[in-house]
């Protein structure tokens, strides 16, 4: 039987980036993670180490309320970065540096369904996506260059739903609402439009595609 990581080596687990599962910690700490199986070191530079589906696993028993997913509220994230899922009191900063991030985050969401797939695609969730749903799909959609609301602007806004691996995704127009759909379903989501029976307003509801 595999023996459990040291306080140590959880701590690293714990530390790593919420959503592309990147690791910081020593070399050692780093090696002997790899050969636990829980992290594998890239192979292109700078090497950088990442949590395998084991690591993550380990990490998500992991009680954390800081690194708990968004659920039906928007939630600012301190210290770690999180996808905008629209209507955060206290949203980051725009800019090249927020650029920087959503792009590292969305390739290395890319990378971990590349490493999760029986076939290598990348064009499907992974389970990562699957248990994190609102941040999964909100990531996608800023990463494609769409805006989220927050503050004066309007955008996009990915809330959770009632219904088992679905999302609800509101837009101000609906030809915002279209171009998410466009990217979601691009991105590896089946999207369909809806409208709330008492409001009247149109959203979409998206779910991963399992194929």
């Known amino acids: ?18 959503v592309t599962g990147r690791l910081r910690g020593t070399e050692a700490q780093l090696a002997a993670l790899v050969k636990r199986g829980l992290a594998f070191r890239h192979p292109r530079p700078p090497h950088e180490h990442f949590l395998t589906p084991a690591g993550h696993r380990i990490r998500e028993a992991v009680p ?10 928007p939630v600012a994230d301190t210290g770690v970065f999180a996808a905008r899922v629209g209507g955060e009191e206290e949203p980051p900063a725009d800019g090249a540096a927020r650029l920087r991030e959503v792009h590292s985050a969305w390739q290395g969401l890319l990378e971990l369904r590349r490493m999760t797939s029986t076939d290598g695609a990348v064009d499907r969730p992974c389970g990562w996506e699957r248990a994190h749903l609102v941040r999964a799909a909100a990531l996608a959609l800023e990463a494609a260059g769409h805006r989220p609301a927050g503050g004066d602007a309007d955008g996009y806004r990915v809330r959770a739903t009632p219904q088992p691996e679905a999302v609800a995704v509101y837009a101000p127009d609906a030809q915002t609402l279209a171009a998410c759909a466009a990217t979601l379903q691009r991105t590896g989501w089946q999207a369909g439009e809806y409208t709330e029976p008492r409001t009247r307003v149109r ?8 194929a």
């Open 203 to 210: 959203y979409l509801l998206a779910s991963p595609r399992r």
């Open 64 to 73: 954390d309320s800081a690194a708990a997913a968004v659920t039906e509220a």
């Open 1 to 18: 039987m595999t023996r459990p990581p040291t306080a140590a080596q959880r701590g690293v687990i714990e530390a790593a980036d919420p």
